[in-house]
């Protein structure tokens, strides 16, 4: 399979990944790109949208592949994180979103300097 080449100039780079009922997470994956872009290209802006697809709350979602955001904070001036169950009424708030993070106090550190931007039960936007 051949895969287009990444441009120089990339300012930004959206990476969607799923969280499945059975526990299956493309979370790790996810990391591992933003690892490899992080080092190789010069982004703007970073956007990761997660879709939690969980039968019960989002305690079951292992997040922390999200660490990966620590470092890619170094060289990406602004990252968006959206974090969406898909289930009505919002299973997912801002609010909930900093408790389930709470252990990984240095994401929480770039929530609160506005580096890393939180948007609950959204999914990312096609740019």
């Known amino acids: 399979m051949d895969f287009t080449p990444v441009p120089p100039n990339l300012q930004q780079l959206t990476i969607r990944a799923e969280v499945s009922r059975s526990g299956n997470s493309w979370l790790p994956s996810a990391a591992e790109i933003i690892n490899f872009f992080i080092s190789s290209l010069k982004l703007e802006r970073l956007v990761l949208d997660i ?28 990252i968006d994180l959206y974090v969406h169950t898909g289930t009505f009424p919002s299973a997912v708030t801002h609010n909930q979103l900093l408790c389930f993070l709470d252990e990984h106090q240095e994401i929480v550190r770039l929530i609160k300097e506005g580096v890393v931007v939180i948007h609950a039960e959204k999914t990312a936007p096609d740019e």
């Open 51 to 78: 879709d939690a697809i969980v039968s019960t709350a989002l305690t079951e979602v292992d997040l922390s592949p999200l660490a990966v955001l620590v470092s890619a904070s170094l060289s990406v001036p602004r």
